[in-house]
């Protein structure tokens, strides 16, 4: 079972930043947390992944409490091509596989 | 360079019949997996493949899928006999081999093969 929890749809305007929150209170020290989309139709996307400190790359910000219970996804600029299902996942520190939640269904709205 | 490719895009056949599905990985990347999403379900797990070794198939739902990957390069999941249950998009993924410090590396999903069991 995923050990995360989402809400599950949420919604943002075009140009605004979305934060999708996600709590994963039973991480463990070992842990990272990743973040993937799956946009329709298609295959799911890898955004970004952090362990303690918060991230930033070109896609998102991933901001992460400092008792590692919850993050926040950042999309600082939402476009219409940002709906998509956003996937919280926590991984052991090895090529684990990918155990998928319910997620997050995003909507940005024009 | 080019991401995880997927053959067919799309499959129908008829309950009974077999169906194989082929993934080209990532060059160099050791690491493949396959993952599938049945109608309103969750993505989920299949296998995992290091190189051309089972590292963990605890997801296949039973012995109807066989999946190899023979060299070590591309893989394919053959379903035999298909069953209407096994209609779902199937997705592959790879990615390079943990580092020392066991950082997982991000997995690159395929577009899938959408499967339809009649």
């Known amino acids: 079972d995923a050990k995360t929890t989402q809400p599950p749809s949420m919604d943002c305007a075009e140009g605004r930043a979305a934060n999708l929150p996600c709590n994963h209170s039973t991480i463990s020290g070992n842990e990272y947390v990743y973040w993937y989309r799956q946009i329709h139709s298609q295959g799911p996307q890898y955004i970004i992944h952090?362990?303690?400190n918060n991230e930033t790359n070109e896609m998102a910000s991933l901001i992460i409490t400092e008792d590692r219970k919850s993050s926040t996804l950042i999309l600082p600029h939402a476009t219409l091509r940002d709906t998509a299902v956003y996937y919280c996942?926590?991984?052991?520190?090895?090529?684990?596989?990918?155990?998928f939640g319910k997620g997050t269904r995003l909507h940005i709205l024009p | 360079e080019a991401g995880v490719t997927q053959f067919p895009s799309h499959s129908v056949i008829e309950k009974g019949q077999t169906v194989t599905l082929r993934c080209d990985p990532i060059s160099g990347h050791d690491n493949l997996y396959w993952y599938r999403r049945v109608m309103g379900k969750e993505i989920k797990f299949l296998l995992h493949?290091?190189?051309?070794?089972?590292?963990?198939e605890s997801g296949m739902p039973n012995n109807r899928f066989l999946a190899e990957r023979t060299g070590g390069t591309y893989s394919t999941l053959k379903v035999q006999p298909a069953e209407l249950e096994d209609s779902g998009v199937y997705f592959c993924?790879?990615?390079?081999?943990?580092?020392?410090?066991?950082?997982?590396?991000?997995?690159?999903f395929g577009p899938g093969t959408r499967l339809t069991v009649t």
């Open positions: 993924a790879s990615s390079q081999l943990g580092g020392l410090a066991g950082l997982p590396y991000e997995q690159y």
């Open positions: 493949f290091v190189k051309e070794s089972k590292q963990d």
């Open positions: 996942i926590v991984r052991v520190a090895r090529d684990d596989k990918i155990i």
């Open positions: 952090g362990l303690k």
